[in-house]
């Protein structure tokens, strides 16, 4: 456990001890699972958080690279569920490795034109001696609550880069009360 966050939610991958898709977020963040939304298909796990004003879904995703043109299907399926909620913010990242040449980057285009998603990351996420490849990813039908993506720095010996973003949430203000003086 993190200090400062919720405990780790997580998906593990079934019939496996590895694998999975897991999220941290910050304790003064509301953050409640949405196991509806969930396909036993997918790799992906739903959260809807709340803060201050803002009401959001966050779905960690992962795309295993021999999975079929299928995923992005189950894909739209659960993101179908999660639009039907009437919570219209939602924000999808995780390895998706859908590099834009290949044929799974050309579908992540299709798919993110196709809800109305802006694809963030622009850049290398990944480094072997002999490629460079975007593969993780955020991915948004709210551009604006996205800023200063950054691909960082790979850490010891993994070859993915973390990615990060700021999150641009409302604050809640309070309504001043009013004083009445008679004199």
């Given at each position: 456990?993190?200090?400062?966050?919720?405990p780790?939610?997580?998906?593990?991958?079934?019939?496996?001890?590895?694998?999975?898709?897991?999220?941290?977020?910050?304790?003064?963040?509301?953050?409640?699972?949405?196991?509806?939304?969930?396909?036993?298909?997918l790799?992906?796990?739903?959260?809807?958080?709340?803060a201050?004003?803002?009401?959001?879904?966050?779905?960690?995703?992962?795309r295993?690279?021999?999975?079929?043109?299928?995923?992005?299907?189950?894909?739209?399926?659960?993101?179908?569920?999660a639009?039907?909620?009437?919570?219209?913010?939602?924000?999808?990242?995780?390895?998706?490795?859908?590099?834009?040449?290949?044929?799974?980057?050309?579908?992540?285009?299709?798919?993110?034109?196709?809800?109305?998603?802006?694809i963030?990351?622009?850049?290398?996420?990944?480094?072997?001696?002999?490629?460079?490849?975007?593969?993780?990813?955020?991915?948004?039908?709210?551009?604006?609550?996205?800023?200063?993506?950054?691909?960082?720095?790979?850490?010891?010996v993994?070859?993915?880069?973390?990615?990060?973003?700021?999150?641009?949430?409302?604050?809640?203000?309070?309504?001043p009360?009013?004083?009445?003086?008679?004199?």
């Amino acid at each position: 456990s993190l200090q400062g966050f919720h405990p780790l939610s997580r998906k593990d991958r079934q019939h496996t001890t590895m694998g999975g898709v897991g999220l941290y977020a910050a304790e003064h963040l509301s953050i409640t699972r949405k196991y509806e939304y969930e396909l036993p298909q997918l790799e992906a796990m739903w959260v809807k958080i709340k803060a201050g004003n803002n009401v959001f879904l966050v779905c960690v995703c992962y795309r295993p690279p021999n999975s079929g043109v299928d995923f992005w299907t189950h894909l739209q399926e659960s993101v179908d569920l999660a639009a039907n909620s009437g919570i219209s913010d939602i924000i999808i990242t995780g390895d998706l490795n859908s590099h834009p040449p290949t044929k799974h980057g050309r579908l992540l285009r299709l798919f993110s034109f196709s809800n109305n998603f802006t694809i963030h990351v622009d850049e290398p996420t990944r480094f072997t001696p002999t490629t460079a490849t975007i593969i993780d990813q955020f991915i948004s039908n709210v551009p604006n609550l996205l800023s200063n993506i950054e691909v960082l720095a790979p850490i010891s010996v993994c070859d993915h880069c973390p990615v990060r973003c700021t999150l641009r949430l409302k604050h809640k203000y309070e309504t001043p009360k009013a004083y009445q003086r008679h004199v």
